[in-house]
Nanobody, 124 residues
């Protein structure tokens, strides 16, 4: 099971940008798909985006065009570029990995494990 560690969270003003990174304990792309979730305290965890082993991406409509998922600059990393941030984007953000790509589902990736999260706060 791959271990995931997120970084890059912080505080930003409305309209600003942040880039989150996720470091995996081993190559996550040979056998896995990956993605990002977020969770606000007291609410359910919300899927945001997925990327398949082949590079196919899926996005939640509310973040499409503002958030971009991709391989990170370092080996075995995943990134999430977040632009035009809004107060509603304030949440704990989690990296996730999955064992298979299911084309008929919204998320595509069948997620099996998550990291510990990194906090993002957007203030007006």
């Amino acid at each position: 099971q791959v271990r995931l560690v997120e970084s890059g969270g912080g505080s930003v003003q409305v309209g600003g940008s942040l880039r989150l990174s996720c470091a995996a304990s081993r190559d996550p792309y040979g056998s896995y798909c990956m993605g990002w979730f977020r969770q606000v305290a007291g609410k359910e965890r919300e899927w945001l985006t997925s990327i398949s082993r082949a590079g196919t991406t899926r996005y939640l409509n509310s973040v499409k065009g503002r958030f971009t998922i991709g391989k990170g600059n370092a080996e075995n990393t995943l990134s999430l570029q977040m632009n035009s941030l809004e107060p509603e984007d304030t949440a704990m953000y989690y990296c996730a990995a999955g064992s298979s790509w299911i084309i008929s589902t919204r998320e595509g990736c069948a997620f099996t494990n998550w990291g510990q999260g990194t906090q993002v706060t957007v203030s007006s």
